[in-house]
């Protein structure tokens, strides 16, 4: 049959009991909460939904109730939980193996129940995605309705804090096959919550082993040169921790270990071969190999080393032997392991005793202690102790550094051993059997605060409190804050147990103490602080200067004072120019426009008083800014005509703080200073302006001037009759003047477009006709032309030679005194 989700899921609903497949959807869909194809009706309905919270707490179970908005003789629906589970349905309903999903049991129904778990902390929001069919119950798909609908669940924000962890290491840091692998570290959480449901992540060479989730590593997982790291989340049941990983421990090799040997017999003839049995071990499973030595009376007989067998031969009645091994892995040997005493001989002296060993003290005994040995000696014969030997046994093996010392030191113990020392003493011919103290334990020495102090700047409230501290631990411990009590006015503060102490927790005298407890993980150690009061808090004044700085308007320093203890403040104020104090200034909070130039350097000095500190001296600079001056260009003339002077002025250029200095004028053809600028303007022409203040200041401003057609004298006549000229002219422009220039000679100014001229002279007469005006006069608006004048012919009556000479001579200095003047002005300016 082929699945096609919840589509099938209302077929089967409907359709008729004669279809056996269709029977079986009856009963149920799981996981078909999108709703339905197959029922095409254009009829819907509203799913219902209710008891689910409108914010889940993890882990907290809901009791759901499923329903239909409108009335149907019958139904069905499909439940789906992105997170969380179902369980304990109603008797019209069933769940899903896996608790993701849940359905109706008969379609004969409209309302069903069923029990929602919220899911772990951390999830988020969760989605209940609902699909409901109402069935009309003619058994078929016409006429039904189909309705779905999704509930977005968010998680209750928890205000759990959740914990921590430090000093986290694998203990023992040394490890050998033996030792078990611990995880140790220290938990801590805000809420003081024990810890619960921390979790483990052992990692072997790199690879991770799921199979080891606790705290330890069994001796059986481990074996040497393995490298072993854990990853611990610490939780505190509520919620989980940011998880740290411990730095990297190798297992290291275990020296091999050898029991004390026994020999074949303790008290031989001198007829008899002695031998002895000795069991050696390692917990690496290494291959091992043994060796032994031979003492008479304590020293080494070299010749019977690693010999198996004391042969008869080699002693003689009163010997006292002993027999040594040691066992070697390839990596290490072990310590020597010395058998009791073999007596040869028969002889009647009774070796000495020593009896009551023990080690001094009652215990505990720590790392910092040195262990000293004591006994008691006896001799039956009454002889002399003439030698004695003492050993120790570490954790049950001979340590050989120590041995003959009496009293073992420190530095040779470490916490945990356990440690015997063994006595044995020579009469001068027997030794005496060795004899054991009871075992002593080097318990963990506490770790030791060597100093400890509360350090602030001020000791008011301006400034937290930190607690320092200095601390050691004689077992190589990491020695870790376990605890911090604060105290004020003698009574704990709830909640400061931190090493350091907020400023709003205190005020100006009270008395604050601390004490502090720090841990090696096994002990704690206390340290109560001195009590320190908190003194008056100096006032703070902070100086900034406004955005806009110049001196067209008061300076006005913007000043804040605070003071932690809320004390009322005074300001004082020192002002400086230039670097030389203005004193009459003094305690004036603002500084007048009056005083200020563009590019002075002022320094203010702000100092706040609470009626008992005076603030730290606050000093700021500033320069006042200048203010650029602005350009501006006024365009003077009224047209701007092709060919005519063009007037520009920048007398409305101005500077609020200063004075304008210099004009510079650029433009195609050229560049210009001063105030204000003509030029013939001839073709579209865009002007620069650049005006300059006293302190470098500069501002540039531009405009863009575009020719006209100007109005011009046009159609110049000239009339001749006899050697009187008329002139005659047209003019389109406003009304103006014209001047009249005869042969570069200005000879008239009319307001008439006409002009009549009798020149002095024959030949060639050049005319020009120059409009002005109050504003201009016209260059391409005027006009030129020439008109031709003839000599006139004179009869003149017949002159005596002299007379006629001395005529010309008179002509000619009338000539030169007429056209000399006239040739001098050609060409002036009028």
């Avoid at 270990?257 to 020999?263: C, L, R």
């Avoid at 601390?514 to 993980?521: I, K, P, T, Y």
Wanted: contains cysteine.
């Amino acid at each position: 049959m082929r699945k096609h989700g919840f589509a099938l899921l209302l077929v089967f609903l409907l359709t008729s009991a004669v279809f056996a497949p269709v029977d079986g959807y009856k009963t149920g869909k799981y996981n078909s909460s999108s709703g339905c194809s197959c029922h095409t009706s254009s009829n819907t309905l509203t799913p219902t939904l209710s008891g689910q919270p409108a914010e889940y707490t993890p882990g907290t179970t809901y009791a759901l109730s499923i329903g239909i908005s409108t009335t149907h003789a019958g139904g069905g629906f499909s439940l789906e939980a992105s997170d969380g589970t179902f369980s304990n349905p109603s008797s019209n309903t069933q769940v899903i193996t896996d608790g993701s999903s849940a359905t109706h049991t008969t379609w004969t129904d409209t309302a069903w129940g069923v029990d929602w778990t919220a899911p772990a902390s951390g999830t988020g929001t969760a989605t209940l995605s609902l699909a409901v069919l109402g069935a009309n119950g003619q058994q078929n798909k016409a006429g039904d309705a189909v309705g779905t609908a999704s509930y977005s669940i968010p998680e209750t924000p928890s205000t759990n804090t959740p914990p921590s962890l430090s000093n986290l290491a694998i203990s023992p840091s040394t490890p050998r096959t033996s030792d078990p692998l611990v995880a140790s570290y220290i938990f801590s959480d805000a809420e003081g919550d024990a810890e619960s449901g921390s979790t483990y992540s052992w990692r072997l060479n790199g690879t991770i082993m799921p199979s080891i989730t606790g705290s330890e590593v069994s001796t059986s997982l481990t074996t040497k040169h393995q490298s072993w790291t854990v990853e611990v989340t610490p939780s505190d049941g509520t919620d989980a921790g940011q998880s740290v990983t411990s730095p990297a421990t190798t297992v290291l090799n275990s020296l091999p270990s050898a029991s004390i040997p026994v020999a074949s017999t303790s008290s031989p003839t001198e007829n008899m071969d002695v031998t002895y049995t000795s069991e050696i071990n390692d917990d690496d499973g290494d291959p091992m190999t043994i060796e032994n030595q031979w003492l008479l009376n304590g020293a080494t007989v070299s010749g019977l080393n690693n010999a198996t067998t004391l042969p008869a031969l080699a002693t003689r009645d009163g010997d006292v032997w002993q027999v040594r091994v040691r066992a070697n892995d390839g990596e290490g040997t072990s310590q020597w392991v010395n058998s009791e005493d073999i007596v040869v001989g028969t002889g009647t002296n009774a070796p000495p005793v020593s009896s009551n060993v023990h080690i001094a003290g009652t215990g505990p005994y720590f790392t910092t202690d040195a262990l000293s040995i004591s006994w008691d000696e006896s001799d039956e014969n009454g002889d002399t102790i003439t030698q004695r030997s003492v050993r120790w046994l570490r954790n049950g093996l001979a340590h050989a550094p120590a041995d003959e010392l009496i009293t073992l030191p420190s530095n040779m113990t470490q916490k945990g051993e356990s440690w015997i020392g063994e006595v044995r003493i020579f009469d001068g011919t027997a030794w005496s059997s060795w004899s054991a103290s009871p075992s002593v334990t080097i318990v963990n020495t506490p770790p030791v605060i060597t100093s400890a102090m509360l350090a602030s700047p001020s000791f008011s409230v301006d400034d937290s409190l930190e607690l320092t501290y200095e601390a050691s631990d004689d077992d190589g411990d990491i020695v870790a804050v376990h605890e911090v009590i604060w105290m004020r006015n003698g009574v704990p503060l709830e909640g400061a147990d931190q090493l350091t102490l907020d400023s709003s927790l205190f005020t100006r005298g009270d008395l604050v103490s601390a004490e502090l407890f720090v841990s090696d993980s096994a002990n704690e150690t206390a340290f109560e602080l001195t009590e320190i009061e908190i003194v008056n808090a100096a006032p703070k004044v902070n100086v900034t200067w406004p955005d806009e700085v110049n001196s067209l308007v008061p300076l006005t320093p913007i000043v804040i004072a605070t003071d932690g203890d809320q004390d009322e403040t005074s300001l004082s104020y020192s002002w400086f120019k230039n670097g030389f104090r203005d004193s009459s200034m003094d305690g004036m909070s603002v500084l007048s426009q009056q005083r200020m130039e563009p590019g002075q350097e002022w320094k203010l000095i702000v100092t706040a008083h609470d009626g008992t500190t005076n603030s730290t001296p606050v000093e700021r600079s500033i320069i006042i800014k200048n203010t650029t001056p602005r350009a501006d260009i006024r365009l003077v003339s009224t047209h701007t005509w092709m060919g005519e002077d063009v007037h520009l002025s920048a007398d409305e250029s101005f500077d609020a703080d200063s004075q304008i200095t210099a004009f510079l004028w650029s433009w195609t053809e050229g560049t210009a200073n001063g105030e204000s600028l003509s030029f013939v303007l001839e073709q579209t022409t865009q002007v620069t302006l650049t005006v300059y203040d006293e302190h470098g200041g500069e501002n540039t401003t531009e405009i863009n001037i575009i020719p006209l057609a100007g109005p011009q004298v046009s159609d110049l006549e000239m009339t001749l009759d006899g050697r009187k000229v008329t002139l005659a002219w047209d003019w389109n422009g406003d009304t103006v003047q014209y001047n009249v220039w005869r042969n570069g000679e200005r000879i008239a100014t009319v307001n008439d477009t006409q002009f009549t001229d009798l020149p002095p002279l024959t030949g060639t007469n050049t005319y020009h006709i120059e409009p002005f005006s109050e504003e201009r006069t016209f260059i391409a608006g005027s006009s030129m032309g020439s008109v031709e004048i003839e000599v006139p012919i004179i009869e003149a009556p017949q002159a005596s030679q002299s007379a006629g000479t001395a005529l010309g001579i008179l002509v000619l200095f009338a000539s030169i005194a007429v056209f000399v003047p006239r040739y001098l002005k050609r060409g002036e300016a009028p």
